[in-house]
């Protein structure tokens, strides 16, 4: 009689696969067991095995930790909005125009997209802190040299000073991230910690943004609203070597956290650079990609007008317009922790994706189409608790799909990198068709209705996909399941770097083959736009 086959295997998984019907029934607690043994056997850190600490951090030192990195956003995120909800304001004093503008913001994002993926591995290579701290001084230079350029109102050393706050903020963007993912595990308080340091930075931002105007009208010089965000950078640069010698000291007394589900033991940083790891980043991680590549560029695009739109619809002066602005990009900051929390126990990653994307379509829609001041409010409040998902899923949807956690700051960088590409283009675009428009918002929105509705198309194109593919079934697991099923993903994982591997690297170096090609023609496009005067 021929053997039954095992009653739970997993849907993708047939005969001739070589697994042991009983590797899928391995119990939760033994799956917890490896993880409290902190295996060392694939150990990337600086110290060998043998050197490791046994004592387990504390719960009371993850929660500092968490702290720290927050008081860092927030000051980072405050600094930032003082000076980017002044689109009127800084057009009115420096006397440009909409492209203008926008080849503004593009000097930066064509920065990072020069430096993005250098600075992810670099950032594997030396730990979150450490780049967190050397990224803060630098945009803290650079935020003197924005600030003197606003006082002198010389649109030329505004740009050089945009450029090497990028140089910072290259860092700090994937910094922060990459400490979290040294710390815990998805479906582990991964993106729970992300959706509250989001969260926080929404509160920074918000104060930013709203005050921004405030001071400038108050002072009767808009160059001080900059000098407040130096003095603001300053006190980032204290939490955040705060945060450098807190790492420093808990990595030398507790040995490294491991995932619950998998055994694999959470690193900071790396003894080397691991370029063959990027190769080897999944399918999965590339359809990810493509649905930040749309959702994201739209929420950053909007939220980079959201000030001037509100003028020109609610017929108000740009202090009142930056209190609309500031509540709809900030005023649902709670939720961001609440979407984390629900992340990590009930998993459904993909599912939020498309919530996030009908959510974006509906607010897009409302901004375009409504030609009622009621409308527009709905719109801001439609956004505002939408766009908190989109961030959060995102980042948690690229934690949980990669093989390698080790390399977390190089693919968080390919997905910053790609977005900046983004943005180069849609800005420069907007800013032209803006600028046709006789300054209004009739036309430009509907670029934003757009970018929404391939992110709907997108997402749920992939939550029906998954009903059929195994990796990306991974993404909608459960906490409580994807401990269970910790020895089907080592499985899966096995598959990927040995059965399928020349398949899954030929794959990831063609994505970022056309990754590289579409950051060229952003590139392109801004050198274009510098040349000319618009596009």
């Known amino acids: 009689m021929a053997a039954r086959p095992p009653q739970n295997q997993e849907p993708g998984l047939q005969q001739g696969h070589n697994i042991q019907p009983d590797v899928f029934k391995a119990p939760a607690e033994d799956v917890r067991a490896v993880s409290e043994k902190g295996s060392t056997s694939v150990s990337t850190d600086d110290a060998s095995p043998n050197d490791r600490p046994e004592l387990v951090m504390p719960r009371s030192w993850k929660f500092t930790a968490i702290a720290l990195v927050c008081s860092i956003s927030f000051g980072a995120a405050w600094s930032a909005r003082l000076a980017a909800s002044m689109k009127s304001t800084i057009k009115k004093e420096l006397s440009i125009n909409n492209t203008q503008f926008a080849l503004l913001e593009a000097s930066e994002e064509f920065m990072q997209t020069a430096l993005m ?29 924005i600030a003197g350029a606003a006082t002198g109102k010389s649109y030329q050393l505004k740009i050089f000073g945009r450029i090497v706050s990028a140089l910072g903020d290259v860092a700090t963007q994937i910094a922060t991230y990459r400490a979290f993912a040294g710390w815990l595990a998805p479906s582990a308080g991964f993106a729970t910690t ?4 989001i969260g926080i930075g929404r509160i920074g931002g918000f104060l930013g943004s709203s005050t921004a105007n405030i001071i400038a009208k108050n002072t009767g010089n808009f160059a001080w ?18 945060f450098f010698k807190f790492t420093k000291k808990a990595h030398n007394k507790f040995a490294p956290a491991s995932d619950a589900a998998t055994g694999e033991v959470l690193t900071e940083k790396n003894k080397r650079f691991d370029f063959h790891k990027v190769l080897e980043l999944p399918w999965t991680f590339w359809t990810i990609m493509l649905f930040s590549m749309v959702e994201t560029s739209c929420a950053i695009v909007y939220s980079q007008n959201a000030t001037e739109l509100a003028e020109h619809r609610f017929k108000v002066d740009a202090v009142e317009a930056g209190w609309y602005s500031s509540l709809s990009q900030y005023g649902g900051f709670v939720f961001s922790a609440l979407f984390g929390a629900l992340i990590d126990v009930y998993g459904h990653r993909l599912s939020w994706m498309a919530v996030c994307g009908f959510g974006m379509l509906l607010s897009m829609a409302l901004i375009n189409w409504s030609t009622t001041t009621g409308g527009v409010a ?3 409040a439609t956004y505002a608790v939408f766009v908190r ?4 899923v995102i980042i948690d949807g690229i934690r949980s799909s990669m093989w390698h956690q080790d390399v977390f700051g190089s693919a968080y960088a390919a997905k910053i990198t790609m ?17 046709a428009d006789d300054n209004s918002y009739h036309r430009v929105t509907i670029i934003y209705v757009f970018l929404a509705m391939s992110s709907l198309v997108i997402s749920v194109a992939l939550l029906i996909w998954s009903w059929f593919a195994v990796d ?8 409580k399941r994807r401990i269970a099923r910790g020895t089907f993903i080592l499985e899966r994982k096995r598959r990927a770097l040995e059965e399928t591997k020349g398949r899954n690297r030929t794959i990831g170096t063609y994505c970022l083959s056309a990754l590289l090609l579409y950051v060229l023609g952003s590139w392109a496009a801004y050198f274009w736009g510098v040349a000319t005067g618009n596009n």
């Open 117 to 145: 993926m250098l600075s992810g591995v670099v950032t594997d290579r030396i730990g979150g802190a450490a780049a967190i701290l050397y990224g803060n001084i630098i945009l803290t230079v650079g935020s003197i040299i």
């Open 194 to 197: 992300v959706g509250l340091e």
């Open 389 to 392: 998902i989109g961030p959060v």
């Open 472 to 479: 990306l079934q991974l993404l909608q697991y459960t906490r």
């Open 225 to 242: 609203t900059y000098w407040v965000a130096v003095f603001v950078s300053l006190f980032t640069n204290v939490c955040t070597l705060i």
């Open 419 to 435: 977005n900046n590409a983004t943005n180069i283009l849609v800005r420069i675009i907007a800013g032209v068709v803006q600028d």
């Open 378 to 380: 709905a719109s801001y």
